[in-house]
């Protein structure tokens, strides 16, 4: 009757229901094997709902069954994909840097850095602007503190230069 239970939850794609079931008899026909086949069959549901880090972590707690190994770098290198795509550079090179040789990853993962350098070097510079167009002295300074910190980078310079003649006047 367990099993029967269990089946029709299976069957259903009640795979976390069909998993508890199976779990209690366990020693009973294949239960064993439905156990990990409703783990899988629920990583692959996360997978496709884009939840990629749920699904890789769900796919390590069976790395011996069928392809779950390969299958939870794939899910952790679509995630390091989205997060990159989301803009969230320093976060995706750190997943991009755990999965090294799969794919591409090493080269994503300097892509990443260089980009969160750019980012970094870019906010840095809209900030010290936003001080300097405030026209008050001591934002000004530290307006030219911030393109001091970003020497060479695009026209911060420049920008620091206005900044002194701004403060001289």
């Not at 934002?139 to 393109?147: G, L, R």
């Amino acid at each position: 009757r367990d099993y029967n239970e269990a089946l029709i939850a299976f069957n259903k794609h009640y795979y976390t229901h069909a998993y508890e079931l199976f779990q209690k008899i366990a020693s009973y026909k294949d239960s064993e094997e439905k156990v990990n086949e409703c783990i899988y069959l629920n990583a692959l549901n996360e997978c496709n709902n884009k939840n990629y880090t749920k699904a890789s972590e769900i796919f390590n707690t069976i790395p011996n069954y069928k392809d779950s190994k390969e299958r939870a770098k794939e899910c952790l290198y679509l995630s390091a994909t989205n997060l990159f795509s989301q803009e969230l550079f320093s976060d995706a090179e750190f997943v991009f840097n755990k999965l090294s040789d799969y794919k591409d990853s090493r080269e994503m993962a300097d892509k990443c850095h260089e980009k969160s350098e750019i980012k970094e070097k870019d906010d840095i510079l809209n900030s010290a602007i936003d001080l300097m167009n405030s026209d008050l002295k001591p934002f000004i300074q530290q307006a030219i503190e911030k393109f001091h910190s970003i020497q060479g980078w695009k026209n911060a310079d420049e920008l620091a230069n206005e900044c002194e003649k701004k403060l001289t006047f």
